[in-house]
């Protein structure tokens, strides 16, 4: 059975780095774009960044350009997301997911295939 597991989330001061990981098991995802959304209380789900297949291409939300980065590697079914200067406003569930059509910038929430549980980033000020 396909799974994606995500880890790496915790409680870090502003300006902190954390380094989430997603790991996928039971199938290749290496045929899929892969990201990662996140969710804060009372908001909806929305992409923080995507990466294509092979890793060549990637595409950022505004809000952390610049400061996070994705990025995969086959040979292990992980893709990580390495976030830097984190801010308070970045405090959310972080989901990993894969499988949307089309490239990493036509992520949607609502056409990938697979999810995983998510993990908990909370940045204080």
């Known amino acids: 059975q396909a799974q994606l597991v995500e880890s790496g989330g915790g409680l870090v001061q502003a300006g902190g780095s954390l380094r989430l990981s997603c790991a996928a098991s039971g199938r290749t995802f290496s045929i899929y774009n892969m990201g990662w959304f996140r969710q804060a209380l009372g908001e909806e789900r929305a992409l923080v960044a995507a990466?294509?297949?092979?890793?060549?291409?990637?595409h950022y939300a505004d809000s952390v350009k610049g400061r996070f980065t994705i990025s995969r590697d086959n040979a292990k079914n992980t893709v990580y997301l390495q976030m830097n200067s984190l801010k308070p406003e970045d405090t959310a569930v972080y989901y990993c997911?894969?499988?949307?059509?089309?490239?990493?910038?036509?992520?949607?929430?609502?056409?990938?295939?697979?999810w995983g549980q998510g993990t908990q980033v909370t940045v204080s000020s």
């Open positions: 997911a894969a499988g949307w059509p089309g490239s990493p910038s036509a992520a949607d929430p609502g056409r990938a295939l697979y």
């Open positions: 990466v294509s297949r092979n890793g060549g291409s990637t």
